[in-house]
């Protein structure tokens, strides 16, 4: 199966998929971490894929968004972004709203204190 293929599958198969380099619970790199640091703070349910485990996938993520940085955040099906703009979609309330338009279940009080701290 080529990785373009393996990526669609992906995406299709699970609402809230983010490419990254390690897991969720041992992140390889800054970014990777601060976005999956994110995502598990507030309780999201998804899916981790360690592009560090396959260089066909670690290029072919980067090929199929046209976006040339890892991690890459994927809500049903669609791309939304990198760490930057999945920081500041976190910061202004956005990810919330793409998580509540989604039915993707997450923490409020979670997203909230993020903001707290951040403010």
Excluded: H
Excluded at 16 to 21: G, R, T
Excluded at 57 to 81: A, M
Excluded at 86 to 95: D, F, K, N, R, V
């Amino acid at each position: 199966m080529s990785a373009e293929q393996q990526i669609k599958d992906t995406i299709t198969a699970n609402t809230v998929v983010l490419f990254m380099k390690g897991t969720k619970s041992m992140p390889q790199c800054g970014f990777s971490s601060r976005v999956a640091g994110v995502l598990n703070y507030m309780g999201v349910d998804f899916t981790d894929v360690n592009v560090l485990a396959d260089d066909e996938i670690r290029q072919g993520i980067k090929d199929f968004s046209d976006w040339p940085t890892i991690p890459q955040l994927y809500v049903k099906g669609e791309f939304v972004g990198g760490c930057d703009i999945i920081t500041e979609m976190t910061l202004s309330g956005e990810l919330d709203t793409l998580f509540e338009d989604n039915g993707v279940t997450y923490d409020k009080d979670a997203a909230n204190k993020i903001r707290e701290a951040n403010a």
